[in-house]
């Protein structure tokens, strides 16, 4: 490998969320496996880039130019097959925001919004902070694995304004295939209903899965579909706020950008841009080492469950490097597992509950770490729940 994803760094006391345990009541020697961002630091030439910008000195208010667009161009049809053009697309601060901007510009108050617990939880905020409807269509878990139901998922698109997909879809890890991405695209084109595709976790994909972006399926989805994407998960960016939300059709687009002034938020900031340019243009190499990396995690987590602790298992992971955990078979209630998820196995994860219908029972793991964090963790875990 040429690159070294084994090292530790130490991230206290650099303004990170994921490590500031005393600000957020955990104890100090929990290892934090929460928020989705990674220990590892950026790929050297996005680092590069940065220096380079900075020892410029001069950092007044920014604009992408020609480059830049050609660069992100070239990034989704070179992985995604998919032409797209530089007019459709917007820099926000994030995805998070540009949902809550989506939200406001396609729909009114009350309006219903569908999306697909267990799922992200930032998507029905958004809904609620908005004053929107949440309309759930829950997935569905069956043999270890999750899929849509596809009869419930009409029902409630008819009923709805707005549909929130999550694609890679976080916490479950799943990646949607094309039949499946092409059967909600045709629901909602039934129904009149247009598609916020949150891509984020696109570029962190496993062996044998495909990921497909909806909007490069067919141009009448591309017509229905705000398509959000970012490098920030894919090349551990997060805190430098910068995401790229695709919008073909000139109306959204125009609501879009109407609502995003509306919002008070104006030009992109110019590391954010410099970083992203620099990773689409020389990160492949290195997204390539970290996808084996993060595949051999998931090989241990997996090895270790069902040598030490066969009751709780791992959803089969597809996508993203958040392992979605099934610990209902230890019979814990969640305020239980969760307590013993931080006082005796000193570990910070993700309650399922928090991603809403459907996470009762489940854990989720951030494996963005070396291995040693990972090794040491498994030992915490079984000395909690083993035996
Ligand atoms: C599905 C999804 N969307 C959005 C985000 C956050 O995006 P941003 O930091 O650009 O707001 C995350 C972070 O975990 C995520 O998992």
């Known amino acids: 490998m040429k690159y070294d994803f084994d090292r530790m760094i130490d991230r206290k006391g650099t303004y990170s969320i994921k490590h500031d345990h005393a600000a957020r009541g955990m104890p100090e020697d929990v290892i934090p496996m929460w928020v989705a961002d990674m220990d590892f630091q950026a790929a050297p030439c996005i680092t590069e880039a940065i220096e380079n910008r900075i020892r410029h000195g001069i950092f007044g208010y920014s604009v992408p130019d020609s480059g830049y667009f050609d660069t992100l161009c070239g990034w989704f049809e070179r992985r995604f097959a998919w032409k797209t053009e530089r007019e459709w697309i917007a820099q926000t601060p994030g995805v998070v925001n540009s949902l809550y901007i989506a939200i406001r510009a396609l729909t009114a108050p009350d309006d219903g919004v569908v999306v697909q617990q267990p799922v992200y939880n930032p998507f029905w905020y958004a809904i609620r902070d908005t004053g929107r409807r949440l ?31 999550c694609s890679p879809h976080n916490p479950t890890s799943r990646v949607w295939t094309r039949e499946e991405l092409f059967k909600m695209g045709e629901i909602c084109l039934r129904h009149g209903v247009p598609i916020i595709s949150d891509e984020i976790h696109q570029d962190i994909v496993y062996p044998d899965k495909r990921h497909h972006m909806l909007a490069s399926l067919d141009e009448r989805f591309a017509d229905i579909t705000v398509t959000c994407t970012a490098p ?45 340019k620099a990773a689409y243009d020389g990160g492949e190499g290195w997204l390539e080492e970290l996808l084996a990396y993060l595949g051999g995690n998931f090989a241990m987590l997996h090895e270790f469950l069902c040598a030490k602790l066969p009751k709780v298992r791992l959803v089969e992971p597809e996508g993203t490097y958040l392992a979605w955990i099934d610990f209902s078979g230890l019979g814990y209630t969640d305020q239980e597992l969760n307590d013993l998820m931080r006082d005796k196995a000193r570990l910070w994860l993700n309650s399922g509950v928090t991603y809403g219908a459907g996470g009762a029972g489940f854990q989720r793991m951030n494996l963005g770490c070396p291995r040693s964090v990972l090794s040491e963790a498994l030992k915490r875990l079984e000395s909690a729940f083993g035996g």
């Not at 899929?147 to 709805?160: L, Q």
């Not at 790229?244 to 879009?256: A, D, K, Q």
């Open 135 to 165: 309309v759930n269509n829950e997935l569905v878990y069956y043999g270890g694995r999750y899929g849509i139901d596809f009869d419930d998922f009409e029902e409630k698109i008819k009923g709805a304004k707005l549909f929130i997909l």
């Open 232 to 276: 920030s998960k894919t090349f551990n960016l997060a805190g430098l706020q910068l995401s790229n939300i695709i919008i073909p059709n000139e109306g959204l687009r125009g609501r879009f950008k109407q609502e995003y002034k509306r919002s008070g938020l104006n030009e992109p900031g110019v590391i954010g841009l410099t970083a992203c």
